[in-house]
């Protein structure tokens, strides 16, 4: 057994990579269903002739779980094309497992990522999207997807689908406080970015992982991130010792939990994200995506 390993090098992961998940299967309507392994979740279109899912699950195992559970949906129809929500490789790292003849379409900063990337199993982009807006028919099925600029990962596209009055956007608002680290959003325009979404007309949020919600959930979502921000920034004032985990969950709770307490996961996860979010003060960001005008990384330096 020897599983593509995305950036895995010891053949102790097989076993990890392996390791085929049941699926939980939601029809939204009558051509769009959500599905998760229990963890992360994302959505899948009936096309015209062939479907387009979105992502691929982190795992060989879970990209296989995730085309059986397609197929069981949709019997006989074959993934034509497979839409990366952003880089990683826990959302898009597997469509070699997944649909290795599918078309794939990304994000232009997604692409130059996996391009010099090179993980095992995570296939390149076929068709690449540059820019903020992209409506596009793909296998017979009207797509607004859409990059308002860097909010987690690299080139992470939502998709708004007017039909179904129904947003999903991978790895950004979350109806709960389940952010452990953050790592790799955006900080500094990442709440910004997400509440313009509220412009749009949508009732139905598909987060990238954990459980739907509506309109009042997601500001909620931007609310507590906002407030984690803001509560770190008091931090410093208040000479917390913001490289130490105790004192900053402390510090979070104290301050937020009569706001976000009733978040699911508020306890367990605010300190760590409480220590990203320090360091995004302390440091300056996450290098150009963090800066006020985000739209120069990896600029023309990568041919694809
Ligand atoms: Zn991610």
């Known amino acids: 057994m020897s599983e593509n390993r995305g950036l895995f090098t010891t053949d102790k992961a097989q076993p990890y990579l392996a390791f085929e998940p049941e699926m939980a299967v939601q029809q939204l309507s009558e051509r ?76 232009e900063i997604c692409a130059k990522v996996i391009k010099l990337r090179a993980a095992e199993g995570q296939l390149q982009p076929t068709r690449v999207l540059s820019g903020s807006e992209h409506r596009i028919s793909v296998d017979g099925v009207d797509l607004a997807l859409l990059n308002p600029g860097p909010t ?94 105790e004192p900053m969950r402390g510090y979070l709770m104290n301050k937020l939990a009569d706001r976000f307490g009733d978040l699911d996961g508020f306890a367990e996860h605010v300190g760590l994200t409480a220590i990203r979010v320090v360091h995004h003060y302390l440091m300056g960001g996450w290098s150009l995506e963090d800066t006020p005008e985000p739209g120069y990384l990896l600029a023309d330096a990568v041919q694809l």
């Not at 950004?172 to 997400?194: Q, S, W």
């Not at 313009?196 to 598909?206: C, M, N, P, S």
Request: proline share 4%; hydrophobic share 45%; aromatic share 14%.
């Open 32 to 107: 769009l269903w959500t599905i998760s392994d229990g963890t992360c979740r994302s959505i899948f279109i009936k096309g015209r002739d062939g479907v387009i899912a979105f992502d691929t699950f982190g795992t060989p195992g879970r990209a296989r779980a995730y085309a059986r559970a397609v197929n069981d949906t949709l019997p006989g129809r074959e993934i034509g094309t497979v839409i990366y929500s952003h880089d990683h490789l826990d959302h898009a790292g597997f469509a070699a497992d997944l649909a290795p003849g599918a078309a794939i379409i990304a994000d």
């Open 152 to 245: 987690h990962g690299s080139g992470n596209l939502a998709a708004w689908f007017a039909e179904e009055k129904l947003l999903f956007s991978s790895d950004t608002i979350l109806a709960n406080a389940r952010y452990g680290l953050l790592p790799d959003i955006h900080l500094a325009n990442f709440v910004r970015f997400m509440r313009g979404f509220l412009d749009l007309d949508w009732d139905t949020f598909v987060p990238g992982r954990y459980d739907l919600t509506d309109r009042a959930g997601f500001s909620h979502g931007c609310d507590y991130i906002e407030a984690v921000q803001d509560a770190c920034q008091q931090a410093f004032v208040e000479f917390v010792p913001i490289w130490a985990y």
